[in-house]
């Protein structure tokens, strides 16, 4: 839901965000920053798994002072809430900001998980019913439960509608979110899901990973993403696989995919999940044009242009949040986008 009570530098913290939600019954809650003024741009920020707000208080702080955009929080339960429950959260919230502001042009920067997050909530604003309604068994007790979007619209979270029109625009700007999930999850995270429902759908082959870029997005829902470069900046891997991280016989794969052959890919999920978001990226049309004209490229020639179409920043998956060139993509988002929405405005 929307909440117009404001969030101050006191209240970024994890504690303080576990004690709204519980105010809200454990429903995610978008929140100003600073004083609440409707008449400016919407950039609303979501943290990932195991985080809390103040990781983004630096893009918080930095949109409050420049004046012309209004930042937003999303607090959500990054641990005991299925993926596509928070996406509802955030679409009910979006939706209730355009009821706002008509027709505002919303960027969203979301970082690792919250990219997901973020996916989830632009799909149920096109296609409320895009969950799948499937039954699973709960760990405790063999019971088996149901989990769809009718289980969803009956319980008040999923939209009744698609809004997707009521905005003139929403850009998401994915941080280092693993599109691809975890393959073999370890045996101390299997024992977490029972209170730490995300883990469940951050497995390679979940329903929402595997359905996530199932649904079409409009030409004004854009997703553009970016990636901290660990190994640039002499860090060791501590995360997920990413495009960047791909060896020289995947970039094979992908190219190969990328002219026609899905079937390059092989059967391993996380390469499926890893080529629909790069399919779902704002330049993958550019990439894909480029590559059918020069045919497979060197190894090291394909990972230079993966690099142009989702940049990569030297810094480790939680430092990129504070790194000067991600301001620096941010604002050049924000002004291209204020320009190309305001034919439609």
């Known amino acids: 839901m929307l909440s117009l009570d404001p969030l101050g530098p006191d209240d ?24 609440p003024r409707a008449s400016l741009r919407p950039l609303v920020l979501v943290h990932g798994i195991h985080g809390h707000p103040g990781e983004l208080r630096a893009l918080a702080e930095r949109a409050l002072a420049a004046g012309d ?15 596509d429950r928070s996406g509802d959260d955030l679409a009910r919230a979006l939706a209730q900001l355009a009821c706002q502001a008509p027709r505002p042009a919303v960027v969203i920067v979301a970082h690792s998980m919250g990219g997901i997050v973020a996916r989830c909530a632009l799909n149920s604003l096109v ?20 989990r769809g979007s ?59 990973l595997t359905r996530l870029h199932g649904v079409a997005l409009p030409a004004h829902f854009r997703v553009h993403h970016l990636e901290a470069d660990q190994r640039g900046a002499g860090l060791p891997d501590d995360k997920i696989c990413t495009l960047g991280d791909l060896d020289d016989a995947d970039l094979v794969r992908f190219q190969r995919a990328i002219l026609g052959d899905r079937r390059a890919l092989g059967s391993d999920p996380r390469f499926h999940n890893l080529f629909a978001a790069l399919a779902g990226e704002r330049s993958f049309p550019a990439l894909a044009a480029d590559l059918r004209a020069s045919g497979l490229l060197s190894a090291s020639a394909f990972r ?42």
């Open 12 to 35: 970024l913290g994890e504690s303080r965000e576990r004690a709204r939600l519980a105010a809200h019954a454990g429903c995610g809650v978008l929140a100003p920053y600073g004083p």
């Open 69 to 83: 955009v209004q930042p937003y929080l999303f607090l959500y339960d990054d641990l005991g809430r299925y993926l």
């Open 127 to 146: 296609d409320p019913r895009w969950f799948p309604r499937f039954t699973h068994r709960q760990l405790r007790r063999g019971k088996v439960r149901v």
């Open 150 to 208: 009718a289980e969803a619209v009956r319980a008040g979270v999923r939209l009744e509608a698609p809004c997707a029109a009521d905005f003139a625009a929403i850009d998401v700007l994915a941080v280092d979110t693993p599109w691809s999930g975890f393959c073999a999850p370890r045996l101390d995270l299997r024992n977490l899901w029972r209170r730490q429902r995300a883990w469940v759908d951050m497995v390679s082959n979940s329903v929402v």
């Open 304 to 345: 230079a242009e993966l690099r142009r179409a989702v940049p990569r920043l030297a810094g480790s998956h939680t430092s990129v949040l504070e790194n000067t060139a991600l301001f620096a993509l941010l604002d050049e988002l924000l002004v291209r986008g204020a320009t190309e929405v305001r034919p439609q405005a």
